[in-house]
């Protein structure tokens, strides 16, 4: 369970940018028995657009502690790539790739509804499968 706060901007119909709180809720319990809290934290966030593919770039964890981000926060390894293909107006597949994971999936729109599953090679978790269910706001 996990509970954030983002905001989107729309710069031009083909570049965005969110920024978003993170973990104002979080708890997490993997099948491997692994239990994950966390605390809240900045993301900054852009994709762009190109025909029918999405590029992301992701900034994150930056934890509300100015110590931290003096003394502990390495920039490169917290940023995140990713890309999206929409194979029509319904379906997207996606790949992502950090520091600790991969990740392969695909998000299905239904009415306002986005259901979303990846598959997560973690360093740290193994493999594992996410599932998400968004409510798009318009």
């Not at 509970?3 to 997490?28: E, V």
């Not at 003096?70 to 597949?93: H, P, W």
């Not at 392969?104 to 998400?132: A, K, P, T, V």
Request: net charge negative; aromatic share 20%.
């Amino acid at each position: 369970v996990n509970m954030d706060f983002m905001y989107l901007k729309n710069i031009s119909d083909k570049l965005h940018i969110m920024i978003s709180l993170n973990n104002m809720f979080s708890y997490r319990k993997w099948t491997n028995q692994t239990i994950e809290r966390f605390y809240p934290a900045l993301e900054f966030f852009t994709h762009f657009k190109i025909k029918n593919s999405k590029f992301f770039l992701e900034l994150d964890n930056i934890y509300l502690n100015q110590n931290f981000i003096a003394n502990q926060y390495d920039l490169f390894d917290n940023i995140k790539i990713g890309f999206e293909q929409s194979v029509n107006s319904k379906l997207r597949l996606r790949f992502g790739h950090s520091n600790d994971y991969e990740t392969y999936g695909f998000g299905l729109l239904i009415n306002d509804f986005m259901l979303d599953y990846c598959y997560l090679n973690h360093e740290s978790l193994d493999y594992s499968s996410q599932f998400s269910i968004t409510y798009l706001i318009k």
